[in-house]
């Protein structure tokens, strides 16, 4: 079975950092890896997924990598922003069945 | 496109009555998920189906719930009776996938069930 973990599971921050967030996951035969972003009361945004024969995935200030043979992927986000404060998570599948991690709540401080 | 789109947002109802829950996928996803998220659990998935048939049930926490799709445009999750700790919020996502495997995967806004 698939394990994703996420370490920190709160992160805070000053505007005009960059923020790093991890993701490890047990079982490298994955075929993709997808990162949402999730605001309170709100349903998952997604906003990158990575193919397994990708090695990085970018899209504006947000660029994700993906090393499968150490488990690992990394979600980089250029010069935070007050909105960027939401909870991140990521999912890899295991045929149909996403394992999700417990995700990565950020708050970015004005 | 719409996005998956969920209703209602927001139910409130007491135990005992029944519940249902309704999804509508994006255009051309042949795969429907439906998730219960609470603080306790985080994610589950309850139900997948792929090109409208069950797949997997084996999240679905007992005889009280139960999904459909009909057609590849909508589903309804549906519980009966209701209990206080069903209450959480519930999300269908969906996604194009090939070869078994899940593609990029699209959730809707999630419907808020509280049972009283």
């Known amino acids: 079975k698939q394990e994703v973990t996420q370490i920190p599971a709160a992160l805070s921050v000053p505007e005009g950092e960059n923020l790093v967030l991890n993701c490890s996951f047990t079982d490298s035969a994955i075929y993709n890896l997808q990162w949402f972003r999730q605001d309170p009361g709100k349903g998952l945004t997604s906003l990158l997924l990575i193919q397994s024969s990708q090695r990085e995935q970018t899209s504006g200030r947000l660029n994700a990598s993906l090393d499968k043979s150490s488990g690992r992927s990394t979600l980089y986000i250029a010069a935070s922003q007050p909105g960027d404060s939401a909870t991140y998570l990521c999912a890899c599948p295991n045929d149909y069945k996403l394992s999700f991690g417990a995700g990565t709540t950020v708050t970015v401080r004005a | 496109d719409a996005g998956v789109i969920q209703s209602p947002r927001h139910e409130v109802t007491e135990m005992g009555q029944e519940v249902t829950l309704r999804c509508k996928p994006i255009s051309g996803h042949n795969s429907l998920f439906w998730y219960r998220q609470t603080m306790m659990r985080g994610l589950e998935l309850l139900i997948y189906?792929?090109?409208?048939?069950?797949?997997?049930d084996s999240g679905m926490p007992e005889d009280r719930f139960s999904a459909k799709m009909p057609n590849a445009s909508f589903s309804t999750l549906k519980i009966q009776p209701s209990e206080p700790r069903d209450s959480a919020v519930y999300f269908c996502?969906?996604?194009?996938?090939?070869?078994?495997?899940?593609?990029?995967?699209?959730f809707g806004e999630g419907s808020r069930l509280t049972v009283l």
């Open positions: 996502a969906s996604s194009f996938s090939t070869s078994g495997y899940t593609g990029e995967l699209f």
């Open positions: 189906f792929n090109n409208n048939v069950p797949i997997d």
